[in-house]
């Protein structure tokens, strides 16, 4: 379940004006901005940006890109854009560092459905005038680069057959592989790549009844091995996503100094969808809610735009 | 320039029932089914499918299957589907038996658009409850694999843009490959998997100009390599499908004894298409005319369907 709190009736022209106000002349309204961006679903925020646009022959995204900075800014821009296009955006950012953040290609190949993934390749494409395999490949090598274009290439069955038969064999080719420290073995690629996610789900589950310990337990051998916690993330990814974001987003909090790109990710690509189940996943796990994580980590209007997408009420 | 002579008008409960007379009863009435399925388009197909349907409350696809046999049958039922449903019922069957027909699926993968091929994944999965890459990867192994999934996983960039300098770059890698005999080197798999068609199309001129042949040429070292076989196929394919298919078809008809399903399947995908620009070269190349060298290769229904497909006037 979502935790935006956004009104079915709205005036995109009323918040396009109320946004130009915001932004005009000394100093910046930025809880106007929270107010009015911070409750506008993915529909509503792309009418205000035309609306603002046909008004004011500007570009919002760009006005308030100049008008914002730091943490906010980052945030406010990443929420702005439709979803596809935004994912579209944190993959070329991942793809530019891709050795160190392949996990955000990972998360966006393995937690979008294959049409949500193909949509993101589309608004790739037209954005940077590239293929998104194409510049995972140019900035990867070896068995990563592997690995991370066959999952991004990925265009899965969507279906829910599970065929036993093959889960089974499957699982012990993935057991056999990972026994022989063979993580770069071609099978292990094509299982995690080809397979829809249902079967692959069949196939972690066999691998636990069959093998007493689950296969990222069994993955999680040499911390220092990319491509090791890269199968994990992938695996981790395919098999719960919410679990897979409450972790992240606990990591991203804990400990001196907080991971504002990480937690701005979660916060804004999950908040139109299943954030509230993360937020449950996140208070049984570490007996705080995250809204009140969240406002310890965080200051100022970056804590209180996080604090509105998390469905705080005004 | 497609080569299929289709009406305007057309009715398609007439031709429903039609079809139906010269089905029914004793003995089929091949030059009916001729006269109508050979001259209507995928559109007009598909509606009288469905008139059929209405009427008969019975699969006109299966009626034929009943009704046909031979080579005849064979091309009927390749016409009479939906362009992507008929690519993904011709990759089926070359997956199947991948090993040896793995040209089928590098001629999928590399000469329909990004977006056709897409259509044809989306069609496979719809038809086989799996994915055409799983398939693919399911039975071949080892470096073929690895290319043929790449290929067919391929959702390239379809833009005209070409950036010379990396064109040069990436000629040389080839180059380096193919001197080497890496023919399964990483980078040859992840340069013609997820480079735009135009930009490898100047990486092939590039190569021309800086090493004084073509690249095709310098792969034709081993005629047992599927691997070698494999990469002349998909590169041919990028650079200039006309002219594959001219010499695909050359091939199927020359010598003793014809290759009926290369032959069917060139006129069947390629009626509505390009089938006059082949004709063309075909002509240029052998001084004989396709529709000439088909008459003399065919017999009967076959070729009476085959003919009509090509352009002949009733």
Redesign the interface.
């Known amino acids: 379940m979502a935790t935006l709190i956004s009104p079915d009736q709205f005036s995109p022209v009323e918040d396009a004006e109320a946004l130009q106000k915001a932004c005009k002349g000394w100093g910046t309204d930025e809880k106007a901005i929270i107010k009015i961006l911070g409750h506008r679903n993915a529909t509503q925020r792309k009418q205000i940006r035309q609306a603002y646009e046909e008004l004011y022959e500007e570009d919002l995204v760009k006005r308030l890109e100049n008008e914002l900075s730091g943490d906010f800014e980052k945030a406010v821009y990443r929420w702005i854009l439709d979803p596809a296009d935004r994912d579209a955006v944190l993959a070329n950012v991942a793809v530019r560092k891709a050795e160190s953040n392949y996990h955000v290609i990972i998360e966006i190949s393995c937690i979008l459905s294959p049409e949500e993934l193909?949509v993101v390749?589309r608004a790739y494409?037209s954005r940077y005038?590239?293929?998104l395999?194409?510049d995972v490949?140019?900035h990867t090598t070896?068995d990563l680069?592997?690995l991370l274009?066959?999952l991004v290439?990925?265009?899965?069955?969507?279906?829910h057959?599970v065929n036993e038969r093959l889960a089974k064999s499957e699982a012990d080719i993935l057991h056999d592989a990972i026994k022989d420290k063979a993580f770069n073995h071609?099978e292990v690629t094509?299982i995690l790549?080809?397979?829809?996610k249902t079967q692959l789900r069949a196939i972690f589950n066999r691998y636990k009844d069959e093998h007493d310990t689950s296969i990222t337990k069994n993955l999680s051998g040499d911390p220092h091995s990319d491509l090791q916690k890269a199968l994990r993330t992938a695996i981790r990814c395919i098999n719960d996503p919410k679990k897979y974001f409450e972790k992240l987003v606990r990591n991203a909090i804990k400990g001196v100094g907080t991971d504002e790109e990480a937690l701005t990710r979660v916060i804004v690509t999950r908040a139109e969808r299943d954030l509230n189940g993360i937020k449950e996943l996140y208070y049984q796990r570490n007996s705080v809610s995250l809204d009140h994580a969240v406002a310890k980590e965080t200051s100022g209007d970056y804590k209180a735009f996080l604090l509105t997408l998390l469905g705080k009420e005004d």
């Open positions: 193909l390749r494409q005038k590239r293929s395999e194409e490949a140019a070896g680069r592997q274009v066959a290439s990925a265009y899965r069955y969507d279906g057959e071609e094509r790549s080809t397979r829809s």
